[in-house]
């Protein structure tokens, strides 16, 4: 095993809070407070976000904004649309930040979090999640470079 590989888990349980908080409540990467991953038969509506490349070398999602209520369980349907690989990650907006300064020293880190998705050029996927508390919440494509080309967005988070 290389140092890395052992180094990784360390940085990202220091860099995860609100991960780290979670298992106190005896689950795995629960309850987050962006909320948690939801049940596909309660997911009364579904938004579609698609990634995509445009002709002026930005990055985007659209949309880039996102309205939910607490409590709600929604179906998010991803396509990439662009010529790139890219991910959605979605937290706290200085959750973000510091998954960004990671991913900007780990480039080759890949994520199996229920509240990201890493997408291949032209493939689709999707999260259902369960919104919890009332806040916003920011969402970004972390792979060096994007976020920077304008690959982010918000959610908010009504009662
Ligand atoms: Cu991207």
């Given amino acids: 095993m290389n140092r ?13 809070p609100t991960l780290a908080s979670g298992t106190h409540d005896g689950g795995h990467h629960d309850m987050m407070a962006i909320g948690k991953a939801g049940e596909a038969a309660k997911a009364k509506r579904t938004v579609m976000i698609t990634m995509l490349e445009n002709d002026d070398g930005q990055m985007l999602f659209e949309p ?35 998954h960004k300064e990671l991913m900007a020293k780990f480039p080759e880190m890949e994520h199996d979090d229920p509240n990201a998705i890493r997408l291949a050029p032209g493939e689709t996927g999707e999260i259902v999640w369960t919104f919890a508390k009332a806040g916003g919440f920011h969402f970004g494509c972390l792979i060096p470079g994007h976020y ?12």
């Fill in 4 to 16: 890395l590989t052992v180094l990784l888990p360390a940085l990202l349980l220091f860099a995860s």
């Fill in 64 to 98: 880039a904004l996102l309205k939910v209520k607490a409590g709600e369980t929604v179906r998010m349907k991803f396509v990439n649309k662009g010529e790139t690989d890219h991910e959605f990650v979605m937290d706290g907006h200085a959750e973000i930040m510091k």
């Fill in 148 to 159: 920077e080309s304008g690959m982010k967005g918000e959610i908010t988070v009504s009662h």
